[in-house]
T-cell receptor, first 112, second 113 residues
Framework: AQSVTQPDIHITVSEGASLELRCNYSYGATPYLFWYVQSPGQGLQLLLKYFSGDTLVQGIKGFEAEFKRSQSSFNLRKPSVHWSDAAEYFCAVQSNTDKLIFGTGTRLQVFP | GAVVSQHPSWVICKSGTSVKIECRSLDFQATTMFWYRQFPKQSLMLMATSNEGSKATYEQGVEKDKFLINHASLTLSTLTVTSAHPEDSSFYIC?????????FGPGTRLTVL
């Protein structure tokens, strides 16, 4: 069955520190992978996506993610976190029926 | 481009009443729209897939008679929560699909008293 695991429920970092949010997926074929960000009470904003090609994907707001097939991972990274990055982050895999399967999310807290 | 709107953004209703939520793709046509439900501090759970001109496909455990979905045009899908109860209080989010990507609306906060 297709699934997405985000092992970290809550992460706290200092402003300016680097960030890595983990995401592991289970999917039989080549996956379409996504990272979304959600601010409180808001909808989802797409940060980046991977369909094929270069396994290092650049997104908006300085985020990037690396697809590693051997590890079934698609971790999100940012070299220097800003206070405005505090939000909930969701990793998702798209199934062959175009449905999105979301992970449980990681809440990012940023300290000044 | 690829903007999706939802209306209303929040609604409070009495138990037993019905509430309609609209989802519109503003600058593109979407043959497929999705409806999600999100409980506080939890992930999004897919409720149903809405296809223009046909019946919606509901996920297991979602009552189709309670959550009525209509996708009458390529830019509009509606979700009606019928005979709402307090346990239906939640954040409802829609998305519209285009070229292998889903574009999400801002969500509707439903509170049933």
């Amino acid at each position: 069955a297709q699934s997405v695991t985000q092992p970290d429920i809550h992460i706290t970092v200092s402003e300016g520190a680097s960030l890595e949010l983990r995401c592991n997926y289970s999917y039989g074929a080549t996956p379409y992978l996504f990272w979304y960000v959600q601010s409180p009470g808001q909808g989802l904003q797409l940060l980046l996506k991977y369909f094929s090609g270069d396994t290092l994907v650049q997104g908006i707001k300085g985020f990037e993610a690396e697809f590693k097939r051997s590890q079934s991972s698609f971790n999100l990274r940012k070299p220097s976190v800003h206070w405005s990055d505090a939000a909930e982050y969701f990793c998702a895999v798209q199934s062959n029926t175009d449905k999105l399967i979301f992970g449980t999310g990681t809440r990012l807290q940023v300290f000044p | 481009g690829a903007v999706v709107s939802q209306h209303p953004s929040w609604v409070i209703c009495k138990s037993g009443t019905s509430v309609k939520i609209e989802c519109r793709s503003l600058d593109f046509q979407a043959t497929t729209m999705f409806w999600y439900r999100q409980f506080p501090k939890q992930s999004l759970m897919l409720m149903a897939t809405s296809n223009e001109g046909s019946k919606a496909t509901y996920e297991q455990g979602v009552e189709k008679d309670k959550f009525l979905i209509n996708h009458a045009s390529l830019t509009l899908s509606t979700l009606t929560v019928t005979s709402a109860h307090p346990e239906d209080s939640s954040f409802y989010i829609c998305s519209a699909a285009s070229y292998n990507e889903q574009f999400f609306g801002p969500g509707t906060r439903l509170t049933v008293l």
